[in-house]
């Protein structure tokens, strides 16, 4: 296996987010944003001087990786290659989920990005930054916050190669080198759009496409109900 680790920096967005206006963020590409954000400023603005701006997307940012990664990665068939994007927030990983699976997501048939990347075979999204920010408070607890198991992982595979021999060592072993989180989800997110699914009458692809935009928080969603589940079970022990 190997593995290439980017951690983005979020300084740019932190100060973005620290200015006096009403930020609009766009969780899927969006050709005509501009149009919106003028919409939606002249409606605010009937009355007084609001300043609204665009919520600055990371996207290009996974494609810089992913390209990056691409001239790193071997591409014999023997290896299987992994892209690390650590993250902090859960609300981080919600966005970086959507920038492989949305609409024209770097996972999907219709990806926004031109270039070659197929040498990566899975994106690993988890929120280590959060444990190594706060290294000090979770050591006293005697929690390891370089074991990627202490973290939230979501090993995610390029589903174009599912039915390949990546795809085969990803579905018997690789979904669970980080932890059984991955697998939990990955059978959430199949029963979420079962049943979202059998209330429509639509092609499955169209179907794809607006379960993932009306589904932004999926992995914040699958977390709340993992949480609730336990505390259920502490409850009822």
């Known amino acids: ?102 609409q024209q997501g770097a996972f999907t048939e219709h990806s926004f990005i031109e270039e070659k990347y197929d040498n990566v075979d899975a994106v690993l999204l988890c929120n280590s930054v959060t444990g190594l920010h706060n290294w000090e408070k979770y050591s006293e607890q005697d929690i390891d916050v370089w074991d990627l198991e202490n973290n939230l992982c979501f090993l995610l595979l390029d589903p174009r190669k599912e039915k390949t021999d990546k795809g085969k060592y990803y579905f018997e072993k690789g979904m669970f080198l980080f932890g059984e989180l991955t697998s939990s989800f990955l059978m959430y997110l199949d029963n979420e759009m079962d049943k979202d699914m059998s209330k429509k009458n639509i092609s499955s692809e169209l179907f794809y496409i607006e379960f993932m935009i009306s589904e932004s928080t999926l992995i914040s969603d699958f977390y709340a109900k993992i949480m609730d589940s336990k505390s259920d079970v502490d409850k009822t022990s």
């Not at 609001?50 to 390209?67: A, P, T």
């Not at 691409?70 to 609300?91: C, D, H, I, T, Y």
């Open 1 to 102: 296996m190997n593995i290439e680790v980017k951690t983005p920096n979020y300084a740019s967005r932190i100060n973005q987010e620290k200015r006096e206006s009403v930020k609009v963020f766009f969780a899927e590409r969006c050709e005509k944003h501009e149009e919106i954000l003028e919409s939606i400023s002249k409606r605010l603005n009937k009355d007084e001087n609001i300043s609204v701006e665009n919520l600055r997307r990371m996207d290009n940012k996974l494609k810089d990786y992913l390209c990056s990664a691409q001239k790193k990665f071997p591409s014999s068939g023997r290896n299987f290659n992994v892209l690390v994007v650590a993250l902090e927030l859960m609300e981080d990983l919600d966005e970086w989920y959507l920038y492989l699976f949305g």
